[in-house]
């Protein structure tokens, strides 16, 4: 893992998106201990995918924060935790100040550790014969908690006198699917794994779960929690302009709930971002339930019939901004249809005189309609009367800009002329990725 993506999301009179959230300790968490006046920095890593890796690994790199070099001989009592379960609890030793530790899987029901241990009982790699904990626990990816204990550095152990525990918290990525009606939805999970899921057919609702500690140590130290919803965007009864998202039966933040039409060709995502300050707040309000707060944290989503206009796109570049409206709202067969467009600059949302443009509706797929155009004074509008056999989920897209090769999207439901099918419409609002390395990553983690 070279780079990690990760979410901000602001509230500036409209939504503003930043593709990719990713959330705490994604693959990569540190925290800091004071030894003999120094600042000993430790970093725990493991794999961000467990599904997509074959050799799993715990890394555990140990430095001085001053010098930036690996502390050695150091020894530390280390306990894993997964879905609160421990998994070992016991002593380690690295001479070169880096742990590595493999992950194996195993169908037994209790996890074990496996390797060489010095003449004090630490745990150490021989250079010839790893060291191994075997677990069930490794089947799964999710949340892994750590807890570290510096116990001796170069054999010095009174210096070290009521050192403290550490916590260390690690996601990986879990994916999740669950076939209802006809459809598969997806949970991306970038925080834990997935303790429940419903499809609530009737109510047109999804709910899913997973644990959470809603203790005021946890939410101290997650900058993010992301999740995310797939759904196949043909699955035109859960498409809508926005959506509804509750966590524990409290409505977010508009800001906390944003649409992705443009990751994925075949799939709408639903992203759930919840900032620290979100956590904090629902945990505020959960409490004046007077009720002792949950040991979970429940996810609801529906959609929305409101649909707000111009809709607004960006290029995946950022370079172009397109704004959206038609008329009429309901689109039927075999009615023209004149959609309302400006081009803008992404920098400045200037309108940009002269720009060309592809024009392009697809359905299922298959390009229906092309035409290139000029937008003389940066906007104009573009009419298409669609044909009987032409209903459900649309794409319009704006290709090409300026003959710079990018485009944006949107997308909308046709209804069809007779039937009982409401008007949906949904879009993309992306405004860019902010890329952080793994070294400013892992600053935002200190403890």
């Known amino acids: 893992m ?15 998106f930043i593709n990719n959230a990713y959330g705490h300790g994604l693959g990569l968490d540190a925290t800091t201990f004071d ?26 790199n140990v430095y001085d924060k001053e010098t930036g070099t ?17 998994i070992v609890s016991d002593h380690f030793f690295a001479p070169q100040g880096v742990l590595s530790i493999d992950m194996i899987p195993t169908q037994e029901t209790e996890s074990k550790i496996s390797g060489q241990q010095n003449s004090f009982g630490a745990w150490y790699d021989t250079g010839t014969q790893p060291i191994q904990i075997l677990s069930p626990s490794f089947d799964k990816g999710g949340l892994f908690h750590f807890e570290i204990e510096i116990t001796a550095i170069d054999g010095a152990t009174s210096m070290l006198e009521g050192s ?60 993010v929690i992301h999740e995310e919803v797939h759904f196949p965007k043909n699955f035109a009864k859960f498409l809508s302009p926005s959506y509804v998202g509750k966590v524990n039966g409290i409505d977010l933040f508009k800001s906390s709930v944003t649409i992705d039409d443009y ?26 339930s007077g009720d002792s707060l949950p040991e979970s944290i429940k996810f609801t989503l529906e959609p929305s019939q409101t649909a707000k206009f111009p809709l607004t796109s960006f290029t995946k570049n950022e370079e172009f901004q397109v704004d959206l409206s038609w008329d009429p709202i309901v689109i039927e067969p075999q009615k023209n249809v004149k959609f309302i467009f400006t081009i803008r600059s992404g920098a400045t949302g200037e309108p ?28 104009g509008f573009e009419e298409y009367a669609f044909l009987e056999s032409q209903s459900g989920p649309t794409i319009i897209k704006f290709d090409n800009i300026r003959g710079r090769g990018s485009g944006t999207e949107f997308g909308l439901v046709v209804v069809p002329e007779f039937g009982a099918i409401v008007f949906l419409v949904f879009f993309v609002s992306i405004i860019g990725v902010l890329v952080i390395n793994k070294t400013v990553f892992s600053k935002i983690h200190f403890r």
Not at 43 to 58: A, S
Not at 70 to 86: D, K, P, S, Y
Not at 263 to 288: A, G, P, T
Request: hydrophobic fraction near 40%; charged fraction near 25%.
């Open 263 to 288: 990751s994925n060709e075949s799939n709408r995502i639903v992203h759930f971002v919840l900032l620290q300050d979100h956590l904090k707040f629902l945990k505020n309000e959960l409490k004046k």
């Open 70 to 86: 690996n502390v050695e001989n150091i020894t530390f009592l280390l306990a894993v935790f997964h879905n609160n379960e421990l």
């Open 2 to 16: 070279n780079l990690v993506k990760i979410v901000l999301i602001f509230l500036v009179g409209s939504v503003f």
């Open 164 to 223: 403290k525990i550490h916590v260390v918290d690690v996601s990986t990525v879990e994916t999740s699917h669950y076939k209802e009606e006809d459809t598969t939805f997806q949970i991306t999970s970038y925080f834990d794994n997935i303790s429940y899921f419903d499809y609530k057919s009737d109510e047109n609702v999804v709910e899913f779960e997973m644990p959470f500690d809603w203790s005021e140590q946890n939410i101290s130290h997650i900058p």
């Open 352 to 379: 940009l005189r002269q720009s060309t443009y592809d024009f392009v509706i697809i359905q299922n797929g298959k390009e229906i309609h092309k035409k290139s155009g000029i937008a003389t004074v940066g906007g």
């Open 35 to 60: 030894f003999d006046g120094k600042k000993i920095l430790v970093n725990v890593e493991i794999p961000l995918y467990f599904e997509k890796t074959e050799n799993k690994k715990i890394t555990i």
